[in-house]
């Protein structure tokens, strides 16, 4: 493969992280990435201390809502390959704030789309060879489905319900609107659930694992019966990379592993798994049991069931997840009991004013001493 120059949005988060990780184990020197991250409370530089001397990776600190800084990428270096991750990307804080969802996942992906559209054009709607924008976006653009055995495919019509899903659907559209007005290259790939290292903890699963492991309750939404369709994170890179080298242009690739589990069962399952990573006779095992849980205040317009129809990318591209659920939850509880430090960075200071703020309506705090107070009865 020819060197390409790859230019990864919110390559500090969760995703662009271990994307980053993926490209270099994958391609070594034979990649340029620009890793461009305005370092929200998501973004964490500690996740790519191991890449970050390496001489074909590059750090730029920017934010996708400043025109400016977005065009100062396309100027500095001859991208090939856009890989958009950056973006606000959790259901519950959106449903507090929507606006910085709309200020970063819409209008940071239009600055994006200008910017490589003016750097990349040679023609009415005639590109440099090789150029191509590849968004990272969700299935839940698709909005909720049924328990009835159902499935999202790319022609399933969005409908997306929470201020998140529909900033992500917006951005979508507006991709898409660039591919049918300007002949702009891209594809869209839509993931189910992702769980791995570095994923910040105010999402079901490292939450869980960190306050099982802590001792604290285990704040389950509802009566736990909501059901997400789980991928291990390295499988949806490897999903990301072949669309990004071989995905047709304009189309859109749904990523997903037919692993749906429901919440209350992948708890009860993450609880057992803590236990027998613990070395024999540790004492922290005593108190991770099923009395940990707690059912919680519903989360507003809670989407019953998200599962994919992975079909097209398995019979265009041949992909299929390589990882299943065992092993990789399994690997993630073993990386965040060998990466304690990493998760006491991120829950020192602002992490806790946010959980205090997003539990506490809910009958649940850190405080350990403190039993809850009005639990929703499920
Ligand atoms: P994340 O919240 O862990 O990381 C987002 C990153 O974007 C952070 O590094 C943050 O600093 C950066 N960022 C936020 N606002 C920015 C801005 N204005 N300018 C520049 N950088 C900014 O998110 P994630 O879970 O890694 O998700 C990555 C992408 O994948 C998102 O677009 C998300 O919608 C999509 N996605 C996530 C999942 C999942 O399960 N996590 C599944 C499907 C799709
Ligand atoms: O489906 C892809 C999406 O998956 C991504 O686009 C999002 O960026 C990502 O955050 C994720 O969204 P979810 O809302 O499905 O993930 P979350 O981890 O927040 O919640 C998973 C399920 O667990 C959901 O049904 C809500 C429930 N839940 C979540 C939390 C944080 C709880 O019951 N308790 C909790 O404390």
Known sequence: MDCRTILV????????????????????????????DALTYAGNLENLKEVEDLANYRFEKGDITSSKEVARMFETYDVDLVVHMAAESHVDRSILDPEVFIRTNVLGTYNLLMAAKRA????????????RFVHVSTDEVYGSLADDGS??????????????????????????????TYGFPF??????????????????????????????????????ENIRDWLYVADHCKAIDLVSREGRLGEVYNIGGHNELRNIDLVKSILQKVRE??????????????????????RPGHDLRYAISPQKIHQELSWLPETCFDQG????????????SWMEHITSGAYEAYYDAMYQHRGVTADKTQEPQSLLKA
């Open 329 to 340: 939850i399994e690997r993630t509880i073993q990386w965040y009991l060998e990466n304690l």
């Open 120 to 131: 990349w054009e040679v023609g009415p709607k005639t590109y440099a060879a090789g150029k």
């Open 151 to 180: 499935f999202f495919t790319e022609t399933t019509p969005l409908d997306p319900h929470s201020p998140y899903s529909a900033s992500k659907a917006s951005s979508d559209l507006f991709v898409k609107a660039f591919g049918d």
């Open 187 to 224: 594809c869209i790939t839509r993931c189910s659930n992702n769980y791995g290292p570095y994923q910040f903890p105010e999402k079901l699963i490292p939450l869980m694992i960190h306050n099982a492991l802590k001792g604290l309750p285990l704040p389950v939404y509802g009566k736990g």
């Open 277 to 298: 990573a613990l070395p024999e006779g540790d004492p922290r095992a005593e108190t991770i049991t099923e009395g940990l849980i707690r059912y919680v205040a519903d």
């Open 9 to 36: 949005t919110g390559g500090a988060g969760f995703i662009g992280s271990n994307f980053i990780h993926y490209l270099i184990e994958t391609y070594g020197d034979q990649v340029e990435i620009i890793n461009f």
